[in-house]
């Protein structure tokens, strides 16, 4: 029975797919990395005396659960490897304990929109990855499709880079998308409006220039031409909006294909607390008010939100100006995005424990839906005989402050993050491993 077994995790909080709390149990995890049984107890390393020591890992009292599946991030390699690149990005990846990422097919150049592009990405890729990392496209779709991409990513507003038009109605009505649903409508009364406030500083006067309203349009939309067209499923990224929710909520009820995800920021940041010249809270659409954070929340928690990633979308500080004064940074022009995928756990995790979250709710949010979004339900985001090895352990109770979140406090430490069953970060031993062990998976 022993010679197959790479790896073995023991330990009393293991969130198997059989339980709803994190029980007692043994992992045994093969040398494809895969899991090849799970027992309902805790075993001692004499049980496995034919592994070595770091073959056998007692997680003690840490929770180990299914390996965060982070299905929106921006790698900006090839083209603009500065802002984000593979090696940084996947190393912050599993230092979170996230052990898939799908990389938004902007902003590096060129943009993954045809199958030529895709392949600059993969060759741009290769031998820099610490996790397992999957591609979504644009545009060139039957080809992409066949070549390994996940989804589709379109823009009904303005994507910031030149590189990536933005699709039109005649666009969204013969594909399956992902939208960044924020879209002004071209003879309507809620074009983002024009701010005159001089405080260039003021998160408010970004703030005010993307209203629900542009969410809403291209919400109604998109609810629309799903329920037109609905054997393809239609997706809204990055949700902000609380008051699109019941479009959402009406449209799912009537069985159209739609699904919604929300980030780490709009559950966790509010528009009230950022402070003057902090543009590194700057993106679209914004971090809102604290009323609309707590409805995001109840939608997270009824279901109509399916599930919750970072959109990861670093740059360099002189886009953001972090470089100049604080009170001399002009939030409308300073760039949009937010750097979460490190710390997207714990962040979730602070708020969903104030609000009486299980595990179970964390790992179907981060793991079990994002893998279903996109295909890769079969072998990740889950913990069962079969799946691939990937876990991460860490604990929940211990604390510790993050400077860039306004010095907060959060709970969840990320001890070791596991991807096919080999240990990729490990904080306790040198943090990062030095090989890459990410699989491209197209
Ligand atoms: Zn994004």
């Known amino acids: 029975m022993s010679s197959h077994i790479s790896l073995v995790i023991t330990g009393s909080r293991i969130l198997t797919s059989d339980s709803i709390d994190p029980l007692p149990a043994t992992i045994e995890i093969d040398k494809n990395g895969h899991i090849s049984a799970i027992f309902s107890k805790i075993s001692s390393f004499d049980s496995y005396t034919f592994l070595e020591k770091n073959q056998f890992i007692d997680a003690g009292n840490n929770v180990v659960m299914p390996g965060i599946v982070d299905t929106h991030v921006h790698l900006n390699e090839p083209g603009r490897t500065d802002w984000e690149g593979f090696e940084t990005g996947t190393k912050a990846a599993a230092a979170g304990g996230v052990t898939t990422i799908i990389d938004m097919p ?204 970072s959109d990861h979308s670093p740059c360099t500080l002189d886009l953001k100006f972090l470089d100049e004064k604080p009170e001399d940074r002009d939030f409308l022009k300073a760039w949009g995005g937010i750097s979460t995928l490190q710390f997207g756990l714990p962040v979730l995790w602070t708020e969903a424990k104030k609000r009486g979250c299980s595990f179970h709710n964390l790992t179907t949010w981060l793991s079990k839906n994002t893998a279903k979004h996109v295909g890769l339900q079969e072998k990740k985001g889950d913990l069962k005989v079969g799946y691939d090895a990937d876990i991460v352990i860490w604990d929940p109770e211990k604390t510790f402050e993050a400077t860039p979140y306004m010095g907060r406090t959060f709970y969840g430490v990320v001890k070791q993050t596991i991807v096919r069953g080999n240990i990729v970060y490990n904080a306790e031993n040198g943090g990062i491993i030095d090989t890459p062990y990410g699989d491209l998976l197209v």
Request: aromatic residues 8%; negative net charge; contains cysteine.
């Open 106 to 309: 902007l902003n590096s150049i060129p943009p993954t929109t045809t199958v030529n592009n895709l392949m600059q990405k993969t060759d741009a890729a290769k031998g820099k990855c610490w996790v397992d990392v999957g591609f979504y496209g644009g545009n060139d779709l039957v080809p992409l499709i066949n070549a390994g991409v996940k989804g589709f990513k379109g823009f009904l507003i303005d994507s910031g880079v030149d590189e990536f038009p933005c699709v039109n109605e005649q666009d969204g009505q013969n594909s399956v998308f992902m939208f960044h649903a924020e879209m002004e409508l071209v003879n309507g009364d809620n074009k983002s409006q024009e701010i005159s406030d001089e405080i260039l500083s003021c998160y408010d006067r970004f703030h005010q220039s993307r209203p629900q309203s542009l969410e809403i349009n291209a919400i109604t939309l998109i609810s629309r031409l799903a329920k037109e067209y609905n054997t393809v499923r239609s997706h809204i990224v990055h949700l902000s909006a609380a008051n699109a929710i019941d479009i959402i909520r009406k449209s799912k009820s009537d069985g159209v294909p739609l699904s919604v995800e929300t980030c780490f920021h709009y559950l966790s940041l509010s528009a009230e607390e950022v402070p003057l010249g902090r543009t590194d809270f700057k993106c679209a659409p914004p971090v809102r008010e604290k009323t609309n954070q707590e409805k995001l929340w109840q939608a997270l928690l009824d279901g109509t939100i399916d599930f919750v990633v």
